[in-house]
């Protein structure tokens, strides 16, 4: 559901720019509202959230998709964990999909969706195992890779089941607001991937913002 948000980027706390193929790691406070923006449109922001003093408890798509009867997430998804807890709240939303099924790109699973020769290529898996090996005192490693959300990606479900990527739903200036149930350890993915259409071929910058 499209809602527009009331908060002016003037008054957020904190803003960064992650350029398509970089990682952004933070943590979002209690209470606090987090924004991505998807500056130039049709960019897939992959996602990852953990509780930030436990990071062991971290999103589920099981539960989120199970919870609110619907596989697309928008204005008023609950954010769940795996231990059943609400993370953090979709308030606001002017792209009106967000996929939750698709998985992020890596390097394995770009050979087999579409060449062998894309094995070396930047992928959001290798970014995220990045970050965590760059941020050693979060105690972090492979194993915490789990579900994600890929924000602003159109992953529609055939009649059939089947999952397809198609072009873009986004466009410049589109965003999802989230306000956090606890503290939250955000990871993101701006993605590199060159290969399918949801991001038109042409990676972009995303841009975070953060309200107390
Ligand atoms: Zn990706």
């Known amino acids: 559901m499209i809602v527009e948000s009331q908060l002016h980027p003037e008054q957020a706390v904190c803003r960064d720019v992650l350029p398509a ?15 991505i923006l998807d500056s130039e449109g049709n960019q897939a922001a992959d996602t990852l959230f953990y509780n930030a003093r ?24 609950k954010l769940l964990s795996d231990q059943g807890n ?12 967000h996929d939750t099924l698709g998985g992020a790109c890596a390097t394995e699973s770009n050979t087999v969706r579409y060449a062998i020769e894309r094995k070396c290529m930047h992928a959001c898996r290798d970014s995220w195992l990045l ?24 992953v529609p479900i055939t009649e059939e089941g089947g ?3 198609e072009d873009g739903i986004s466009a410049p200036g589109k965003y999802v607001e989230m306000k956090a149930h606890m503290d939250i ?11 399918n259409p949801c991001n038109a071929y042409n990676p972009t910058p995303v841009e975070l913002l953060i309200w107390d």
């Open 185 to 195: 350890l955000v990871l993101i993915s701006n993605c590199p991937q060159l290969n």
């Open 163 to 165: 999952l397809t990527f």
């Open 54 to 77: 436990n990071t062991a408890e971290h999103y589920s798509a099981v539960d989120t998709i199970r919870e609110q009867g619907n596989v697309y997430l928008s204005t008023g998804t």
């Open 131 to 154: 970050a965590l090996s760059e941020h050693p005192e979060l105690g972090m490693d492979k194993h915490d890779i789990t579900h994600n959300i890929n924000f602003f990606m159109n």
């Open 21 to 35: 193929g970089d990682y952004y790691l933070k943590e979002v406070k209690k209470g606090q509202t987090f924004r």
């Open 86 to 97: 609400v993370l953090l709240e979709i308030v606001a939303d002017t792209c009106g999909r």
